[in-house]
């Protein structure tokens, strides 16, 4: 490289500068400040166009500090370490650099677009004890502008500013350290507050308020908290500022909730659950231009930086928290978010606790008001979490008493081996199984249990369910039937006429399979008796649709078939109905069981009813966590807001009492279907009264209801004059018609829904006919199942699967039949029942 001639300084002018310099950088205690002293130093004495000092950080070098008609850009500029670049050739070898006419070397380095072309470059190395500090680099658009003696120079003013630079990088240091602990600090404080906040209270709005309260002023001017509610609409809770007096004006630019789905950081955050920085006054916000309304709102609060933060719990987004800054001095970087995002974690897992935790106190209550035991275990130790009152009544133990004690402290002892691996197996991933034992009272005394045991996952841990229950009348009844058999060859006269009127199925069959012996209860049950076991075993599957078979029977308690039929299409098929299958192994001479000629009996007991009843009641339970709370969320939440009602419009006013209206109508409607499913649950068939109903005045009532709850419905009956009187109970018809009905109205809105009646003497039949999409033929008949919702319709309006079963219970309680088709030339579905004329014998 030629070195070019520049202008000579004189030794004393170089000695002023120096000290100059030392004298500046010992004045100033920041690093900016040390650096600016030296670049304006150095420009008194060496012409140079602009200057810079850039330092290390990491594997980037940073310009800190500039001077000349680029320094604006050129601030804050980073640059990575590559190879071959001049500022990292000079920091890694030492080696300074001086370039004196760019152009006639080939050099294209300068600013573009015109702008004059840097000519003359020099370049040395900062560093303080062998270790690199950064670089110091001046340059000019005037070729030939340096030479050895600025260069020297410079070298000199790098040695000088070397020491000042490392001890303000030091203090730089220090003091984002003590900023960081300091920070770091205050934000465990702030914690702590919200720890203390979330285990004192266990309702949702006071947990939030309080958050909100907690991070204004410390973290925030201001917070606003929007509440996911169980209905999946968005009410905002909280809205906190740190001047009273912007209060009403933050008010006014966030007056509205998000809504899920709708547009805004908000929104958006409340649906992918994604925490948000935004920087409204660098940045700004991209709504803006669309809402200038709003947006003048907001500038008024001076928004300086914000912060989206989701409140994400296991099941989802419960709630979003917005917290902001006012004014230009103040704003978040990623540490701040990534705080709020630790406390958005924990009052999330509180919320969601204080909801389990009201969840349950209700499900505890409908646990206790079962007869049967029901107990949560430690698998591990056995011992009992958790007992219901059921359980402190059959074994007369108080709850305090169960909670000290373990499950083999209630069962026999030679009980507790079985027992142990019954749970082992569960443990290593068994299906949930029937473990039946002898369980002593308080009292001493001792009865055969049947507990269902499951393993269940309850916040991170295993947990085994039991579910105990006094099995003594079955035991009893089985033993003496099975003593009956065993003695047969004495008794079999006595033994035959027992099984004859036994009310439950019986089969024996001989060592080969082959059909000894069956009672009348079978032709009831199965139709026609089965030829052998395999007969017998292909007309059942269990609820994982398998075939049973003889080894399962022996060895397993009592299982729960489903019958479906004779394989090959002869006889009934029974879609519905489940039987409990029982086997025993007896020897006809009374030789122990394995001589040779062990025969079987197996016992049916038909438990359809029964397993109705117990689908019914866990039904019953979800219904109430599910579909109740649908209606008394609105209800409860529009009763808060016409508690508000002076702030109200009357539009408002008038839509909230329309909500409760409507889902008071709805809740009224359950409740009833409700109180049907538990009349028909607990037994047999209830009887109804016998009195004569006039169809034609249940209809017009129920058409002038709907009417009135949906006024854009067009409604028609078809009912003659002279149509007799049916015989039944006039409340259970006026359910069917409600029923049917409103359930016409969901699936058809805007059609006609017409009511016709006919009589033709041995029948008055009613249809109820709509315009809605209509029905497949394979769902016609499982439309009166319990619980069951065609798969096409089950998704267009909502439903508990309800109404229809309880119509087909009421109208085949009072004699008559009920069914459902599509409509053969119209579109839609037609829902129709019959029942018996009213006649002198009724009355």
Not at 635 to 657: D, F, H, M, P
Not at 758 to 779: M, Q
């Amino acid at each position: 490289m030629t070195e070019e001639p520049v202008p000579q300084a004189g030794a004393a002018r170089d000695a002023a500068l120096l000290a100059a310099v030392v004298v500046d950088a010992a004045t100033r205690s920041d690093l900016p400040g040390v650096l600016d002293a030296a670049l304006a130093r150095l420009a008194e004495h060496v012409p140079f166009t602009g200057g810079s000092i850039a330092l290390v950080e990491g594997d980037q070098l940073v310009i800190r500090a500039a001077s000349g008609p680029f320094a604006a850009k050129a601030l804050g500029t980073r640059v990575r370490r590559r190879r071959g670049h001049r500022s990292w050739q000079v920091v890694e070898t030492g080696q300074p650099i001086m370039v004196a006419d760019a152009p006639a070397r080939g050099s294209s380095s300068g600013p573009p677009g015109g702008e004059p072309r840097i000519r003359s470059t020099i370049a040395v190395r900062l560093h303080w004890q062998d270790r690199p500090l950064g670089v110091l680099e001046v340059d000019s658009i005037r070729p030939h502008a340096f030479g050895p003696e600025q260069l020297e120079l410079i070298q000199a003013v790098a040695t000088a500013i070397a020491g000042p630079i490392e001890m303000a990088e030091r203090r730089e240091r220090e003091a984002a350290a003590r900023k960081h602990l300091e920070a770091a600090t205050r934000r465990l404080s702030l914690l702590a507050r919200a720890g203390a906040l979330v285990g004192t209270t266990l309702d949702d709005e006071a947990t939030l308020r309080g958050l909100a309260d907690i991070l204004v002023p410390d973290v925030a001017d201001f917070c606003v908290i929007d509440l996911v509610e169980a209905d999946r609409s968005v009410r905002r809770v909280a809205a906190v500022h740190v001047d009273r007096a912007l209060g009403e004006v933050m008010a006014e630019a966030l007056a509205d909730p998000p809504r899920l789905g709708g547009a805004g950081d908000v929104a958006a955050a409340l649906g992918d659950g994604q925490p948000r920085l935004i920087d409204p006054l660098r940045h700004g916000i991209p709504w803006w231009s669309r809402d200038p309304v709003r947006a003048a709102r907001l500038r008024r609060l001076g928004l300086g930086s914000i912060m989206i933060v989701p409140l994400v719990g296991r099941e989802g987004v419960l709630a979003a928290l917005t917290v902001g800054t006012t004014g230009p001095d103040r704003h978040y970087v990623q540490d701040d978010l990534d705080f709020a995002v630790v406390l958005a974690r924990r009052a999330a897992a509180a919320i969601e606790n204080a909801r389990l935790y009201h969840q349950l106190i209700r499900f505890k209550a409908a646990v206790d008001a079962t007869a049967d035991g029901v107990f949560m275990i430690d698998p591990a130790t056995l011992r009992f979490i958790y007992a219901n009152h059921g359980a402190v009544l059959s074994l007369g133990l108080s709850e305090t008493a169960l909670l000290g004690s373990s499950l083999t402290d209630l069962i026999a002892h030679q009980d507790e081996a079985r027992l142990r691996e019954t749970v082992s197996s569960l443990r290593r991933g068994a299906e949930p199984s029937t473990f039946v034992a002898t369980y002593r009272r308080r009292d001493g005394s001792e009865f055969p249990g049947e507990a269902f045991l499951q393993l269940v996952e309850v916040g991170g841990a295993d947990r085994l369910v039991a579910i105990v229950r006094d099995i003594s009348e079955r035991v009893e009844a089985r033993a003496r039937l099975q003593r009956l058999a065993e003695s047969e060859h004495v008794l079999s006269a006595q033994l035959r006429a027992i099984i004859q009127a036994f009310g439950d199925g019986v089969l024996v069959f001989t060592a080969d399979g082959r059909l000894a012996l069956a009672n009348p209860a079978i032709d009831a049950l199965l139709g026609a008796p089965p030829q052998d076991l395999s007969d017998l075993f292909a007309r059942f599957e269990d609820g994982a649709g398998e075939r049973p078979n003889l080894t399962r029977l022996l060895d397993a308690p009592p299982l729960e078939l489903r019958l479906s039929g004779r394989p090959d299409g002869v006889g009934p098929i029974f879609p519905r109905r489940w039987v409990e299958a029982s086997a025993y192994a007896f020897e006809p001479g009374g030789e122990p069981v394995g001589a040779g000629s062990s025969q079987t009996l197996i016992l049916l007991r038909d438990v359809t009813e029964a397993r109705d009843r117990r689908l019914t009641r866990e039904a019953f339970f979800g219904v109430l966590s599910h579909e109740l709370r649908t209606p008394v969320t609105t209800i409860y939440g529009n009763s808060k807001l016409l508690a508000r009602a002076a702030r109200r419009s009357k539009q408002v006013r008038t839509e909230a009492l329309l909500d409760i209206e409507s889902e008071a109508e709805r809740l009224y409607r359950l409740v009833e279907d409700l109180l049907v499913l538990g009349r028909f649950e607990e037994g047999p068939r209830p009887k109804v009264a016998r009195e004569p109903v006039l169809i034609q005045r249940l209809v017009a009532a129920a058409l002038a209801a709907e009417s009135t709850r949906r006024p854009a419905q067009r409604f028609v009956s078809r009912l003659p004059a002279d149509l007799p009187p049916a015989s039944g109970e006039a409340t259970s018809v006026e359910q069917v018609l409600r029923n049917l009905i409103g359930n016409a109205t969901k699936y058809s809105p805007g059609g006609t829904i017409t009511v016709t009646a006919a009589a033709d003497g041995a029948a008055i039949t009613v249809r109820v006919l709509d315009e809605g999409p209509g029905l497949a033929a394979a769902d016609a008949d499982r439309l009166f199942e319990l619980f069951y919702r065609a798969p096409d319709a089950a998704g267009l309006v909502a439903g508990a699967g309800i109404g229809l079963f309880v119509c087909k219970r009421l109208v085949e309680a009072m004699g008559g039949r009920i069914w459902a088709r599509s409509r053969p030339a119209h579109r839609g579905a037609e829902f129709g029942f019959t029942l018996p004329p009213f006649t002198e014998e009724d009355a």
